[in-house]
């Protein structure tokens, strides 16, 4: 067996200005997020909607203990008022929308720039979630969703009766 080496045509330095290249960056980027969405995670989180070119969605930490559920997000500049929790079924959705803007006044000139924009994010919560007992914090920039629990009883063993004599 005749092994060849194999060698790039291409010269180093032509390499090296596409992997520094801010397009080609972005796009790999936006094809991992794809990818995640895809393969999605044993939490079920989604981000809704996808958005390409630059959209904002925030992050999310989900920690389950024996007697709890805690879901973290990152929220930084958001008013409270400008968020919206909601569980249907066993999703838990975090919703709500983004308002920035800035106005500089100077002697010769202006600069007035507003940015905006909605992000949604669902989790699946597992099936033992008391939905009566949820409570939400919003502290410097970051909202912690809790989630209790419901206290369910011990596994029972069956036995098996055999009807053979």
Request: glycine share 6%.
């Amino acid at each position: 067996m005749n092994l060849i080496p194999w060698r790039s045509k291409r010269n180093k330095n032509e390499i090296q200005r596409v992997a520094t290249d801010p397009d080609v960056n972005r796009f790999l980027h936006e094809a991992n997020r794809l990818f995640d969405r895809f393969f999605e995670d044993p939490f079920g989180l989604t981000r809704e909607p996808m958005t390409f070119g630059g959209g904002w969605v925030p992050s999310l930490d989900v920690v389950e203990s024996e007697k709890k559920l805690t879901v973290k997000a990152e929220l930084p500049g958001m008013d409270p008022k400008d968020l919206n929790i909601t569980i249907s079924g066993n999703v838990l959705t975090v919703s709500g929308e983004k308002r920035e803007s800035t106005e500089e006044k100077y002697d010769s000139w202006y600069l007035s720039e507003r940015r905006f924009g909605t992000f949604r994010r669902s989790v699946q919560l597992p099936s033992n979630i008391d939905t009566e007992k949820v409570s939400a914090e919003h502290v410097n920039g970051v909202l912690t969703i809790h989630l209790d629990k419901l206290n369910s009883a011990p596994p029972k063993r069956v036995t098996v009766k055999s009807s053979a004599s």
